[in-house]
């Protein structure tokens, strides 16, 4: 119901170590105006400058999560999503929120 949205980067070549948890806040502006139930996230690697690989439904397919509880928004009001991902850790690890 909104234009994709960069939620996370993480640099997988650096030498530091990955956090186990993320938590984050992403603004996005509903294009049309309904009940929202859900998030879908796809991935995008950049694997050299410019040069980028998008989800496919081969290899990193987008992943469709519930939300906390459904809310209705507005089209064109912006909303905030609460994230909060455990790495490895699935469905139970995972919480989004509609502020």
Same mark, same amino acid.
């Given at each position: +119901? ?6 996370? =980067?993480?640099? !997988? /070549?650096?030498?530091?170590?990955? @956090? =186990? ?5 992403? *603004? $996005?502006?509903?294009?049309? /105006? /309904? @009940?929202? *139930?859900?998030?879908? &996230?796809?991935? &995008? ?5 410019? $040069? *980028? ?9 987008? +992943?469709?999560?519930? &939300? ?18 455990? !790495?490895?850790? /699935? &469905?139970?690890?995972?919480? !989004?929120?509609?502020?």
């Amino acid at each position: +119901m909104s234009a994709s949205q960069v939620a996370e =980067e993480i640099d !997988f /070549g650096g030498k530091q170590e990955l @956090e =186990e948890r993320t938590d984050g806040i992403v *603004n $996005v502006t509903p294009l049309v /105006g /309904g @009940e929202v *139930n859900c998030v879908r &996230l796809t991935s &995008l690697v950049e694997l050299a400058p410019g $040069v *980028n690989w998008y989800s496919s439904d081969a290899l990193m397919p987008p +992943m469709i999560y519930p &939300l906390t509880e459904p809310r209705v928004v507005e089209s064109g009001r912006s909303v905030s999503i609460r994230y909060s991902c455990r !790495f490895g850790g /699935g &469905l139970a690890g995972t919480a !989004f929120h509609i502020e």
